[in-house]
Every structure is written in structure tokens, then in C-alpha cells.
């Protein structure tokens, strides 16, 4: 029986609030502490304004985080949020802060060989919306509601801006597992998703599932039940927490 617990801190893609991870909480068993990250302009922060500074807001969300950046934890990201993940991972790894038991990330190029053109172009309300329905993630009631779509354009336009600004600093490997996702219909390449293997000297997996950028979604149980089992093994192999930071 499962008596160990662990913290799962979730950060939200592009455009998106700490929301997307809510039911998670409710299908994710009790030893599974499930903490949907807020990013500022956004959700219960909607009056604070926007980071578009990647290191920035990075060294923001592992002070804001701290507390729960200690014993058990691990960490997940979809598209830009695996980003960020990848990002505290490294600033936790380099500043010499207690290290989560896993990286999970899903949808996301490696941030080794991230695609300089992906977000070309993407700096104006038609071009934001026009890639809202090519991807395929946004609920019609959004588009129909015109204070919801400006705070969401708001949102991806500042994301996106963020997302530009990050520049990759290699540095060792992290020394965990890296478990990663993938939508076979998304249009990140095959040797992107695979080089985030370059980043862990611990195990690495690639999850392959059906569907565009927005598989999370539409094969949420599939994801949920190999994030269970990874971070259940992992505790079986990690019998002591680690330090908190003194």
C-alpha cells in the first residue's frame, strides 16, 4: 500500500491558467499532491501583470514555491509550462536546492533544439487566434465571449513573448527520471520531442498517445496513469526524502 505522499507542481501552457490541472486533483490518488501552478495575469492573479522575462519569472516561481520545492516533488509542464518546468529544474539544480524525484513533460520541443520559427508571426490578435484553432485546445464558448477572448489573447501574446526570450544554457544533466509526452498529430518533430532524452543522466521515457497538441486533454486518463505508476516506482526507489533547504 502506498503510504509515501509527493507534491506534483503543474505549470499551464501558453495562454492558460493553473485551472487546466484542477481535475486532475480530483483523479490522481491522495498520495499525489496535486498543485496547479498560477502564473500572474491569469486565474486568481488576473491583477498582476504579465512576466515575459523567461529567467525572471523562473527565479520568481521557485521563491514563490518554495515551501512545497522541499521533501517529495515532482514537477510537470505541457508546451510552455514544460518550459518552465525545465527551467526551476535547472535553477534548483544549479543553485543547489533540493531536486524533485521526476521531470514530467509533455508537448513540448526539447530546449536544447527548440524551433526558433515556431512562434514567428505570432504577435497580433488575428494570428494568435487563427493559431487558437489550428491547435485545436480552446473551448468556442472563449471565441464567442469577447472579455474572454481578450484575456486570453492577452495571455498567449505575453506567453509567447516569454517563450521567445528563453535561451537554452545546457549545463549536466539532471541526475532523475525525465518522463516525456507526445501527440501523434502534433506538429513538433520526432528528433525535437527525442532530444529531451540529452537532458537526464537518470531513466528517460517518451509516451506516445493519439491525438494534436492538445492530447493531454482527450487522453487525460492514459497520461494520469503513467504519471501514477512512474512517480509510485520512483518513490520505491527513493526511500528517503530529500533535505529541505536549510
Not at 496535486?34 to 502564473?39: A, F, G, K, M, Q
Not at 526558433?116 to 487558437?132: C, F, Y
Not at 482527450?218 to 526511500?239: C, M
Request: glycine share 8%.
Amino acid at each position: 500500500m502506498q503510504v509515501k505522499r509527493l507534491k506534483l507542481l503543474c505549470l499551464p501552457c501558453a495562454g492558460a491558467s493553473a485551472t487546466m490541472y484542477l481535475r486532475w486533483k480530483r483523479r490522481l490518488p491522495a498520495w499525489i499532491e496535486v498543485h496547479p501552478v498560477e502564473l500572474p495575469g491569469r486565474g486568481e492573479r488576473l491583477s498582476e501583470p504579465f512576466t515575459d522575462d523567461f529567467e525572471a519569472q523562473v527565479v520568481r516561481l521557485c521563491e514563490e514555491q518554495a515551501t512545497r520545492l522541499r521533501g517529495d516533488f515532482a514537477l510537470f509542464g505541457h508546451s510552455m509550462g514544460a518550459l518552465l518546468a525545465y527551467g526551476m529544474a535547472v535553477r534548483l539544480r544549479d543553485v543547489g536546492r533540493p531536486q524533485p524525484q521526476m521531470l514530467f513533460v509533455s508537448g513540448s520541443a526539447a530546449p536544447s533544439i527548440r524551433d526558433p520559427e515556431r512562434l514567428a508571426g505570432l504577435d497580433n490578435d488575428e494570428a494568435l487566434i487563427a493559431d487558437l484553432r489550428r491547435q485545436g485546445g480552446t473551448p468556442e464558448e472563449v471565441f464567442e465571449s469577447p472579455e474572454l477572448l481578450r484575456l486570453t489573447l492577452d495571455a498567449l501574446a505575453a506567453d509567447y513573448r516569454l517563450c521567445r526570450r528563453f535561451r537554452y544554457r545546457g549545463g549536466p544533466p539532471l541526475d532523475y527520471p525525465l518522463q516525456a509526452f507526445a501527440g501523434h498529430d502534433d506538429d513538433i518533430e520526432r528528433e525535437r520531442l527525442e532530444a529531451w532524452r540529452r537532458e537526464t543522466g537518470g531513466a528517460f521515457s517518451l509516451d506516445w498517445l493519439e491525438g494534436g497538441h492538445f492530447f493531454i486533454r482527450h487522453q487525460e486518463g492514459k497520461v494520469l496513469a503513467t504519471i501514477e505508476r512512474a512517480l509510485a516506482r520512483r518513490l520505491e526507489e527513493e526511500p528517503h526524502a530529500a533535505p529541505a533547504a536549510s
